[in-house]
């Protein structure tokens, strides 16, 4: 069953200050989670920080006071109106469903409900109306669909997609504070000579890049490209749009770069895909020609808006039918934690 054609099943209204929890609020997306909702001012009434047990009593700073870690239980959602889960998939399919039945709403950045059919997938700039078919559950996408997504929608809604082509270019932090410690402590020890023994990520990471860590299937795409791939097609309601990426792991802490080529059912003149991003919601056009100065990761990082430039026909499409982008967005906030706060904002708004 289609989530366009699913009636909504009773959810119970947010207050207009709601509780709010962050489900690994330690990680590196929870820490610019909480970040987020301090600095978009979030209206929530308590803001609960769960963990595991390793972190509670950790205290974190949260508009001017200190919020202490709570270790994560069954009854964590007792007193919570939205619940964001960022520890992985494997806590999401354990403990979202507790979190629903308690009576929140749960923003999922992890992969484990963005396929089902009633839990619609959300980028507020992509297709927000699908927001309002949700019922407990609505998912956040993987941070190369989430940022690729924003920088094609102003495109997609002038002109029909036929294909999509990309390779990315992925930080560190989409596998975690873990492997943002690593890329710094391998790194540390390169530069001083040192031997390192890399734990995290599968190969050396220092002044090295390599295809994503996540594991090959039977068709030759690892994981991270199928969830793209899939995610791209859902976003854009295509469910059969063909879909080609390459994901790569570059040593870069929190930006994503992506190369994509767009193929569209009618040719669209640079300058008029120029114009359409600059007045797209959540992009920045950075495409100086002239100074050769395009999408960087350390100009994205930090930024809520994802970069947008080297703006071009595809040369590589004889119909002339394909544009060029370059891509960077931080990969924690538009990628992940931004995302899922707008979604929360986008409830909220739905709701009053
Ligand atoms: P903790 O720091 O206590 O291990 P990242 O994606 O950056 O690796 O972060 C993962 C997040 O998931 C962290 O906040 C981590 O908390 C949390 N987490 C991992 N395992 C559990 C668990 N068993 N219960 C609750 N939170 C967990």
Same mark, same amino acid.
């Given at each position: 069953?289609?989530? *366009?054609?699913?009636?909504?099943?009773?959810?119970?209204?947010?207050?207009?200050?709601?509780?709010?929890?962050?489900?690994?609020?330690?990680?590196? #997306?929870?820490?610019?989670?909480?970040?987020? %909702?301090?600095?978009?001012?979030?209206?929530?009434? @308590?803001?609960?920080?769960?963990?595991?047990?390793?972190?509670?009593?950790?205290?974190?700073?949260?508009? $001017?006071?200190?919020?202490?870690?709570?270790?994560?239980?069954?009854?964590?959602?007792?007193?919570?109106?939205?619940?964001?889960?960022?520890?992985?998939?494997?806590?999401?399919?354990?403990?979202?469903?507790?979190?629903?039945?308690?009576?929140?709403?749960?923003?999922?950045?992890?992969?484990?409900?963005?396929?089902?059919?009633?839990?619609?997938?959300?980028?507020?700039? #992509?297709?927000?109306?699908? %927001?309002? %078919?949700?019922? $407990?559950?609505?998912?956040?996408?993987?941070?190369? /669909?989430?940022?690729?997504? #924003?920088?094609?929608?102003?495109?997609?809604?002038?002109?029909?997609?036929?294909?999509?082509?990309?390779?990315?270019? @992925?930080?560190?932090?989409?596998?975690? @504070?873990?492997?943002? &410690?690593?890329?710094? &402590?391998?790194?540390?020890?390169?530069?001083?000579?040192?031997?390192?023994?890399?734990?995290?990520?599968?190969?050396?990471?220092?002044?090295?890049?390599?295809?994503?860590?996540?594991?090959?299937?039977?068709?030759?795409?690892?994981?991270?490209?199928?969830?793209?791939?899939?995610?791209?097609?859902?976003?854009?309601?295509?469910?059969?749009?063909?879909?080609?990426?390459?994901?790569?792991?570059?040593?870069?802490?929190?930006?994503?770069?992506?190369?994509?080529?767009?193929?569209?059912?009618?040719?669209?003149?640079?300058?008029?895909?120029?114009?359409? =991003?600059?007045?797209?919601?959540?992009?920045?056009?950075?495409?100086?020609?002239?100074?050769?100065?395009?999408?960087?990761?350390?100009?994205?990082? $930090?930024?809520?808006?994802?970069?947008?430039?080297?703006?071009?026909?595809? =040369?590589?499409?004889?119909?002339?039918?394909? %544009?060029?982008?370059?891509? #960077?967005?931080? *990969?924690?906030?538009? $990628?992940? /934690?931004?995302?899922?706060? @707008?979604?929360?904002?986008?409830?909220?708004?739905?709701?009053?």
């Amino acid at each position: 069953m289609n989530i *366009q054609n699913q009636e909504q099943s009773a959810v119970s209204a947010l207050p207009a200050n709601p509780s709010v929890a962050i489900v690994g609020a330690t990680g590196a #997306v929870g820490a610019v989670l909480v970040e987020c %909702l301090e600095n978009r001012n979030f209206p929530l009434s @308590q803001l609960k920080l769960l963990a595991s047990e390793r972190s509670a009593g950790r205290k974190v700073a949260f508009r $001017g006071g200190d919020l202490e870690i709570q270790k994560l239980d069954v009854h964590a959602f007792e007193d919570v109106d939205i619940a964001i889960f960022s520890a992985g998939a494997e806590l999401s399919r354990a403990y979202a469903p507790i979190a629903k039945a308690a009576g929140c709403i749960v923003v999922d950045n992890s992969s484990a409900f963005r396929m089902k059919d009633d839990v619609p997938l959300v980028v507020p700039e #992509v297709n927000a109306s699908a %927001l309002s %078919l949700h019922s $407990g559950v609505i998912a956040n996408p993987n941070c190369v /669909a989430a940022i690729s997504s #924003v920088a094609l929608a102003s495109i997609a809604a002038h002109r029909k997609i036929r294909r999509i082509q990309m390779s990315t270019y @992925q930080s560190a932090s989409g596998a975690g @504070q873990a492997a943002m &410690d690593e890329l710094n &402590d391998a790194t540390a020890a390169a530069l001083a000579g040192e031997a390192f023994e890399h734990s995290v990520l599968p190969h050396p990471y220092a002044f090295n890049f390599f295809s994503h860590n996540a594991d090959i299937e039977g068709d030759g795409y690892n994981g991270e490209e199928s969830k793209v791939i899939a995610e791209l097609r859902r976003l854009f309601d295509l469910p059969n749009l063909p879909v080609g990426v390459t994901c790569i792991r570059v040593p870069v802490p929190r930006a994503h770069g992506m190369a994509i080529s767009v193929e569209l059912d009618a040719p669209l003149a640079p300058e008029l895909a120029r114009e359409l =991003l600059q007045n797209a919601p959540g992009v920045r056009v950075v495409d100086d020609r002239k100074a050769n100065h395009f999408p960087m990761p350390v100009e994205a990082s $930090g930024e809520e808006e994802v970069l947008v430039g080297r703006i071009r026909t595809d =040369l590589g499409d004889p119909s002339g039918h394909s %544009l060029s982008l370059f891509v #960077v967005g931080d *990969q924690l906030l538009k $990628g992940a /934690a931004l995302n899922a706060v @707008q979604i929360a904002e986008a409830l909220l708004a739905t709701n009053s």
